[in-house]
């Protein structure tokens, strides 16, 4: 399955990373898009995903979920920290 025309990014406030492994097909995509080389793929059960190694390097660029054509990735809100 692969998307048609543009892609819209939004803009989440504290957010994090969630790769939907039901729906991620194990291209790479979103792993050689990562400038700072967060993602990886494993196999588990003889198939193929991504999965983050490093959720607190992330810039929020966007880059993983742009490149997925499965929208496997996406940005969630997450609570911002207290001081």
Known sequence: MEAD??????ITP??????????CSGCGR?????????????????????????QSRCNYCGACTAACLLDAIAFHKKAPAHE
């Open 30 to 54: 979103c792993v050689a898009a990562c400038p700072k080389k967060i993602l990886t793929l494993v196999t588990s059960n003889h198939r193929k995903y991504a999965t983050l190694l490093h």
């Open 5 to 10: 025309g543009p892609r819209t990014l939004r």
């Open 14 to 23: 504290h957010p994090i990373i969630v790769v939907k492994n039901d729906r």
